[in-house]
């Protein structure tokens, strides 16, 4: 056990445990990193039938708008912290965005799922308490902000994912990518979308905490099913290019560097009244100077984060922000930041390994093809 008894715990903890899985600490939490087939096997069954991850320290937040007033006053102040198109989200959407700074640097990414009468929010463990505390700040005024404390978040991902869940609901197999409804299931209200973060078709599910664990159960009980950590979440998203807040993206990338341009619809392009619009109109206009980019490095070994990135000629062009092994591609794969003049896939670069170059090359993103349902 490698946990501390003041760590956070997720209502699976526990079963977890009864597995076997190792477990960390992590944003606070004590988490499963891996169980005892081995990371490369969960990744691996990942890719080919369906996994099961606790994603339960994410932050679940539901925006209402204040004194019975219309959603539009949400969705309207939401747009004031972040650069998507809120207001014309449709209800059973879901929308992928960023809090951004006065930079234009991100200061969180989170999705955005329109209820109806509210907003459903999923945010990162780790930066939580700061977006509700910019979420109060600025938008206390119009909304009623409710952590969603008492529930837990549950991934299925893979390609065997949604046949699975449909044996439980079979509806949840009529929707597509980035959509998300409520069901019942035993008793207990489940808000579903089709969505995740490993490139693979699959689902999350926000449950009742007390409901969590019967439902894992219950889908492990599926033949094609099995548990997975924290190790193969890694390698699975860095594989589908998916950016890892706090490595990745942070507060000194914008979301046009990271790659991220595509989350911001037209209307915010052209209207900006985000923070740090003027930066990001400015990039989306006349490109970044640096660009997030995808590396295939020689040679079997993983460069790890922090890892200078150099030209042809030696000089230090750019680091590596997330490194390590990809048992889809079945070898070393990273992401990076690089001037805008090397970032073009095909481009020779070398990589700083223990004290030695690696040879490697820009690759592009995402690592292998994504798996997810557009109907």
């Given at each position: 056990?490698?946990?501390?008894?003041?760590?956070?715990?997720?209502?699976?903890?526990?079963?977890?445990r009864?597995?076997?899985a190792?477990?960390?600490p992590?944003?606070?939490y004590?988490m499963?990193?891996?169980?005892p087939?081995?990371?490369i096997?969960?990744?691996?069954h990942?890719?080919?039938?369906?996994?099961?991850?606790?994603?339960s320290h994410?932050?679940?937040?539901?925006?209402t708008?204040?004194?019975g007033?219309?959603?539009?006053?949400?969705?309207?102040?939401?747009?004031?912290?972040?650069?998507?198109?809120?207001?014309?989200?449709?209800p059973?959407?879901?929308?992928?965005?960023?809090?951004?700074?006065?930079?234009?640097?991100?200061l969180?990414d989170?999705?955005?799922?329109?209820?109806?009468?509210?907003?459903?929010?999923?945010?990162n463990?780790?930066?939580k308490?700061?977006?509700?505390?910019?979420?109060?700040k600025?938008?206390?005024?119009?909304?009623?902000?409710?952590?969603?404390?008492?529930?837990?978040?549950?991934a299925?991902?893979?390609?065997?994912?949604?046949?699975?869940?449909?044996?439980?609901?079979?509806?949840?197999?009529?929707?597509?990518?980035?959509?998300?409804?409520?069901?019942?299931?035993?008793?207990?209200?489940?808000?579903?979308?089709?969505?995740?973060?490993?490139?693979?078709d699959?689902?999350?599910?926000?449950?009742?905490g007390?409901?969590?664990?019967?439902?894992a159960r219950?889908?492990?009980?599926e033949?094609?099913v099995?548990?997975?950590?924290?190790?193969?979440?890694?390698?699975?998203?860095?594989?589908?290019?998916?950016?890892?807040?706090?490595?990745?993206?942070?507060?000194?990338?914008?979301?046009?560097?990271?790659?991220?341009?595509?989350?911001?619809?037209?209307?915010?392009?052209t209207?900006?009244?985000?923070?740090?619009?003027?930066?990001?109109?400015?990039?989306?206009?006349?490109?970044?100077?640096?660009?997030r980019?995808?590396i295939?490095?020689?040679?079997?070994a993983?460069?790890?984060?922090?890892?200078?990135?150099?030209?042809?000629?030696?000089?230090?062009?750019g680091?590596?922000?997330?490194?390590?092994?990809g048992?889809?591609?079945g070898?070393?794969?990273?992401?990076?930041?690089?001037?805008?003049?090397?970032?073009?896939?095909?481009?020779?670069?070398e990589?700083?390994?223990?004290?030695?170059?690696?040879?490697?090359?820009?690759?592009?993103?995402?690592?292998?093809?994504p798996g997810?349902?557009?109907?």
């Amino acid at each position: 056990m490698n946990t501390d008894d003041d760590l956070l715990t997720t209502p699976l903890l526990g079963l977890h445990r009864e597995r076997d899985a190792r477990i960390v600490p992590f944003a606070g939490y004590a988490m499963p990193v891996q169980f005892p087939s081995g990371i490369i096997t969960e990744h691996k069954h990942t890719r080919s039938a369906a996994g099961l991850f606790d994603v339960s320290h994410m932050g679940q937040m539901r925006l209402t708008a204040r004194g019975g007033a219309p959603l539009g006053t949400v969705t309207a102040a939401l747009e004031r912290l972040v650069p998507a198109d809120i207001v014309n989200l449709k209800p059973g959407r879901q929308r992928y965005t960023q809090f951004t700074n006065e930079q234009g640097g991100i200061l969180d990414d989170l999705m955005i799922t329109c209820m109806g009468d509210h907003l459903y929010m999923v945010v990162n463990a780790a930066t939580k308490a700061d977006d509700l505390a910019l979420m109060q700040k600025h938008l206390s005024g119009d909304c009623e902000i409710e952590v969603l404390e008492s529930r837990a978040l549950i991934a299925l991902q893979g390609p065997g994912a949604i046949g699975v869940m449909a044996r439980l609901i079979p509806e949840v197999a009529q929707l597509t990518f980035m959509q998300a409804a409520t069901w019942t299931w035993q008793g207990e209200r489940l808000l579903i979308s089709r969505s995740g973060y490993t490139g693979e078709d699959g689902c999350e599910i926000s449950v009742p905490g007390h409901a969590a664990e019967v439902l894992a159960r219950r889908l492990l009980e599926e033949d094609e099913v099995e548990p997975v950590g924290l190790g193969a979440r890694d390698s699975l998203r860095l594989e589908a290019g998916l950016c890892l807040y706090g490595h990745d993206i942070d507060r000194t990338t914008t979301p046009v560097e990271a790659g991220l341009a595509w989350s911001i619809q037209k209307r915010r392009r052209t209207e900006g009244g985000f923070p740090g619009a003027t930066v990001v109109q400015e990039q989306l206009r006349n490109g970044p100077s640096r660009k997030r980019i995808g590396i295939r490095p020689e040679g079997r070994a993983p460069v790890r984060e922090g890892a200078a990135v150099r030209d042809g000629d030696g000089r230090e062009i750019g680091h590596v922000t997330s490194g390590g092994f990809g048992a889809t591609v079945g070898g070393p794969v990273a992401m990076g930041y690089v001037d805008a003049n090397h970032a073009t896939p095909g481009t020779a670069l070398e990589l700083e390994l223990r004290g030695r170059g690696v040879a490697a090359e820009v690759a592009a993103l995402p690592f292998v093809p994504p798996g997810y349902h557009r109907g």
